[in-house]
């Protein structure tokens, strides 16, 4: 994910913001019971409320970058597997009892971040890099680790004197770098005139990463995985790096390894039973998955074929089936639906496992995918009886519930779809996608006033406030727009234009004046 300048410049405000409404703040509950703790030096800084505000501000600018991975089966599978991690050990919620957010970012570099208020993300390259499910864990724990001990919050408190760099700073270097095709400008941002306050403030403290240290082992206990998968997974990134400082994962860069952490954390597992966890057929499905996602273009989908046909070479069950379904979504891309479907076919046959969401998920789609003509005129229907057999298999999947409107919409059924995406809108209120498949359904009944209205419903909610003003701009000229709708735009209007000077004014410019 490059580091644009817009989302620079947010980073430093929110820094100022966080500084500034500082003195204003509640002191925080006592640490939570069983977790280690570096004290609170920063209670008196920034608030659980203010952390989680700043976190989700940042999010809205990285769920606007490209390489923001918004792929539901992806999203769903680090969730559930991140929230197992911390239903295992609730202390893990912390002393502010943060809600977690897990993503991925699309970058062919080591690394892993927290923000504040629980959001954390993953690079793609980080989950290809692990060879089991106890190696993910641990990178992902440690990282709930620094959420559960807010110290990103203690960090801006250490550092009140330094205003515009705590966070900034932090966020700064965990994002920008992210690998060589970031360009120069990260190096020039961070380099400018402030090399103490950068070393100061890019990686964690040694005592930070201590503590998440052994908040993640604590984590990785209470789930039964497996705990040398720590010292498996960082042993090998500083084994790689050994030699090259400057080619040094960034994992590493981020959140420096050294070998007395190293010792530190096999001293604590050595007296540890062995726990001996299988992985999950998801886990080797989603790193399928993510191998296509990291590179869309035509060499990369090649590259990434390769690497399957080699996987298959393995003859085991699991990768054969991993290297199957990474196979049938190459030709979904590739416009190849029919190879796509007896690839899938081939896949589940391998895996011997009951109907999964990922590959459902991927049925779905190779059936949305597939043009009337192509020898299979019923897709339309096909996609709508799997759809809506997915939706009563998985009733959790978000991903699913989508894929059931845009399986209406291909059946022709668009009142159905708007009744139901309408339902699911108004249940989940914080999915830009449910407003775009919305969209498209009152596009198919020719509804325009009310597209435009979801349309800046989805741009609103991505964080691109410009866009949705001016889709509501489009929307109050439709032709078709009613009184009613009139009142809504109205009303949407002034919200949003608020919210509007409110980002430029954090910018630091002056709001256009209103016609």
């Known amino acids: 994910m490059r580091l644009r300048p817009r989302i620079l410049t947010r980073l430093v405000a929110l820094a100022v913001i966080a500084t500034t409404c500082a003195g204003a703040l509640v002191p925080l509950p006592a640490a939570a019971q069983g977790l280690p703790t570096l004290g609170d030096s ?3 800084t920034l608030s659980p409320l203010m952390e989680r505000k700043l976190g989700e501000e940042i999010m809205r600018d990285i769920r606007h970058d490209p ?6 089966p992806v999203l769903e599978y680090l969730n559930a597997f991140g929230s197992s991690l911390v239903a295992a050990q609730p202390q893990a919620r912390g002393e502010a009892g943060y809600d977690f957010f897990f993503f991925a970012v699309r970058d062919p570099t080591l690394n892993a971040f927290a923000l504040p208020g629980g959001f954390i993300a993953v690079h793609s390259a980080l989950v290809l890099a692990a060879q089991n499910e106890s190696e993910l ?8 680790g620094h959420v559960a001990q807010r110290h990103i919050a203690r960090m801006l408190g250490q550092q009140k004197q330094d ?3 705590p966070l900034a700073a932090i966020l700064l270097g965990v994002l920008a770098s992210r690998g060589s095709h970031a360009g120069d400008a990260p190096a020039a941002l961070v380099m400018g005139g402030q090399g103490l306050a950068l070393q100061r403030q890019l990686k964690f403290s040694r005592d930070a990463e201590r503590e998440a240290d052994r908040v993640g082992l604590q984590i990785l206990q209470a789930a039964h995985f497996d ?9 090998r990134m500083q084994k790689a790096s050994r030699g090259y400082t400057d080619a040094a994962p960034a994992y590493l860069r981020s959140h420096p390894l050294t070998t007395e952490r190293i010792a530190d954390i096999d001293a604590r597992i050595r007296d540890q039973p062995h726990v001996s966890r299988p992985d999950n057929l998801a886990f080797h499905l989603i790193q399928a998955r993510l191998r296509v996602l990291q590179d869309g273009s035509a060499q990369g989908l090649r590259e990434a074929g390769e690497w399957f046909d080699k996987q298959l070479q393995q003859k085991t069950r699991v990768q054969t089936a991993a290297a199957k379904y ?4 190459i030709a979904l891309k590739q416009g190849a639906t029919a190879n796509a479907q007896a690839l899938l076919a081939e896949a589940r046959m391998a895996s011997l496992a009951p109907p999964d969401v990922i590959m459902t998920s991927l049925a779905i789609d190779i059936a949305l995918a597939t043009k009337p003509g192509t020898g299979m005129p019923q897709q339309a229907q096909t996609a709508l009886r799997q759809a809506d057999a997915a939706r009563a298999q998985f009733p959790l999947s978000r991903g699913i519930a989508r894929q059931y409107g845009q399986a209406l919409i291909a059946a022709a059924r668009y009142q159905e779809a708007v009744d139901y995406l309408r339902d699911q809108a108004q249940l989940y209120r914080a999915e830009p996608q449910v407003q775009q498949v919305l969209a498209e359904a009152y596009a198919a009944q020719g509804k325009q006033a009310l597209q435009h209205i979801a349309l800046a419903e989805s741009y609103a909610l991505n964080g691109s406030l410009p866009s949705a003003l001016e889709q509501l701009t489009i929307a109050r000229r439709a032709s078709d727009a009613t009184f009613y709708d009139q009142a809504i735009i109205d009303a949407r209007e002034r919200e949003l234009q608020t919210r509007w000077r409110e980002v430029l004014k954090e910018q630091g410019k002056k709001p256009a004046p209103q016609p």
């Not at 390489?67 to 539901?72: F, G, I, S």
């Not at 864990?137 to 709930?144: G, L, N, Q, T």
């Open 326 to 329: 990474g196979l049938a979504l």
């Open 137 to 144: 864990a641990s990178v992902m724990a440690h990282e709930i």
């Open 67 to 72: 390489d923001y991975l918004d792929d539901a």
């Open 163 to 165: 205003a515009l760099i």
């Open 42 to 44: 920063a209670s008196d």
């Open 227 to 235: 705990s040398s998968g720590m010292v498996a997974f960082f042993g």
